[in-house]
C-alpha cells in the first residue's frame, strides 16, 4: 500500500473541496479506508470511514451531513466531499487504510497512513 492524498488547498467559509487518496500499488481495494485530521496544537482526530464495497460508511460528529466518503475500487482512489467549510475544518487530513474491510473509527485499526494534505478555510 502506498497512499497519496490529494486536493487540500485555501478556501473559504461555506465553500467545498474534495479530497482524493490513491493507493498507487493497488493492494488496498478489499480494505476500509479512513480519513483523519490533524489541527495545530491538537491530536489527530478521526473524520470518515468507508467499507471495502463503500456501502459502509461511518462520520464523525462534527462532519455529518457535511462531509461525504465515498471510493472508486477500480481507480484505487476513496475520495472525501467536503462541503460548507468552517474555519474548524482547517488541519491536516489524513488517509488511512484499515488492517481489514470493516470501516472502523478506531486509529489503532489502522495500518497504511499517507502524506497529508492542508485544508484550510478562512473566515
Known amino acids: 500500500v502506498q497512499l497519496q492524498a490529494s486536493g487540500g488547498g485555501l478556501v473559504q467559509a461555506g465553500d467545498s473541496l474534495t479530497l482524493s487518496c490513491t493507493d498507487s500499488?493497488?493492494?488496498?481495494?478489499?480494505?476500509?479506508v479512513g480519513w483523519f485530521r490533524q489541527a495545530p496544537g491538537k491530536e489527530r482526530e478521526f473524520v470518515a470511514t468507508?467499507?471495502?464495497?463503500?456501502?459502509?460508511?461511518n462520520y464523525a460528529d462534527s462532519v455529518k451531513g457535511r462531509f461525504t466518503i465515498s471510493r472508486d475500487n477500480a481507480r484505487n482512489t476513496v475520495y472525501l466531499q467536503m462541503n460548507s467549510l468552517k474555519p474548524e475544518d482547517t488541519a491536516v487530513y489524513y488517509c488511512?487504510?484499515?488492517?481489514?474491510?470493516?470501516?472502523?473509527?478506531?486509529?489503532?485499526?489502522?495500518?497504511?497512513w499517507g502524506r497529508g494534505t492542508l485544508v484550510t478555510v478562512s473566515s
Open positions: 488511512a487504510v484499515a488492517l481489514g474491510s470493516t470501516p472502523t473509527t478506531s486509529m489503532d485499526r489502522y495500518r497504511y
Open positions: 500499488r493497488r493492494t488496498s481495494s478489499n480494505n476500509a
Open positions: 468507508i467499507g471495502w464495497r463503500g456501502s459502509t460508511t
